[in-house]
């Protein structure tokens, strides 16, 4: 598959770095929605998030069946916000998910930490209010 890659802005990585937890979107092949609020989110490179499986059921289940993510990035410390879409594959071994792993049982011992959401960044938007709001940016 041939896609641009994005490449986020400093104020859009400032403002990543900042948040404590992210809602993150999905849907299941019918369009079913799904949101939640993930603490372990993890802005890898200008193009990868990695998002930790601890306690997933639906969101799990809705990219099995249709791997693309939203993710919404604000907080009251960011300048703006923004909502970034990307497409997921889920990895349960390896060396990606054995760093993840050891990144969130550092931080939560007990952290289940079974799964990794590898998501591609296709596309950001701007949901900063104002004629622009949901203006694409990437």
Do not use: H
């Not at 490179?45 to 990035?73: C, G, H």
């Amino acid at each position: 598959m041939v896609r641009n890659m994005a490449a986020l802005t400093e104020e859009m990585k400032t403002a990543f770095a900042t948040i404590k937890a992210f809602p993150v979107a999905t849907a299941s092949k019918d369009g079913w929605p799904n949101v939640v609020p993930i603490g372990f989110v993890e802005l890898v490179d200008d193009e990868t998030i990695w998002i930790a499986d601890n306690f997933m059921k639906k969101t799990l289940a809705n990219v099995q069946e249709n791997p693309k993510v939203s993710v919404y990035v604000w907080g009251p410390e960011t300048k703006g916000c923004f909502q970034i879409k990307g497409d997921v594959e889920l990895k349960t071994s390896g060396p990606e998910f054995e760093k993840m792993q050891e990144t969130v049982r550092s931080k939560m011992a007990q952290a289940p930490a079974k799964g990794l959401l590898i998501v591609k960044i296709r596309e950001v938007y701007t949901c900063t209010p104002g004629a622009n709001a949901g203006a694409r940016l990437l």
